[in-house]
């Protein structure tokens, strides 16, 4: 098993950065590829950004790509992301998520452990 406690959101004003973090625990966090997923009322859940085991290779939704920044401290067991120039659509829980696999992928059913969720609203 791997718990996953995510942290960081709150309520910005629209241009704002936030970095939340993911802090694995229950097993060795690099053996895990990680994803960050946000879901918006009455949407469903979606990709946002992956990271390998390695940290060596990232891919990220064509939406966030110049703002959102995914990161991993091995030393933390932790995985971050960075979010600038934060828009009112970024409004959402933001979740983290760990598979089991080399590296991350953009399908929320190729990953085994969710975090509880960050809550992000960004007011114009």
């Known amino acids: 098993q791997v718990q996953l406690v995510e942290s960081g959101g709150g309520s910005v004003q629209a241009g704002d950065s936030l970095r939340l973090s993911c802090t694995a625990s229950g097993r060795t966090f690099s053996n895990y590829a990680m994803g960050w997923f946000r879901q918006a009322p009455g949407k469903e859940r979606e990709f946002v950004a992956g990271l390998n085991r390695s940290g060596s290779s990232t891919i990220s939704a064509d939406s966030v790509k110049g703002r959102f920044t995914i990161s991993r401290d091995g030393a933390k067991s932790t995985v971050y992301l960075q979010i600038d120039n934060l828009k009112p659509e970024d409004t959402a829980v933001y979740y983290c998520?760990?598979?089991?696999?080399?590296?991350?992928?953009?399908?929320?059913?190729?990953?085994?452990?969710w975090g509880q969720g960050t809550q992000v609203t960004v007011s114009s």
């Open positions: 998520a760990a598979r089991s696999a080399p590296y991350s992928s953009t399908d929320r059913g190729q990953y085994n452990y």
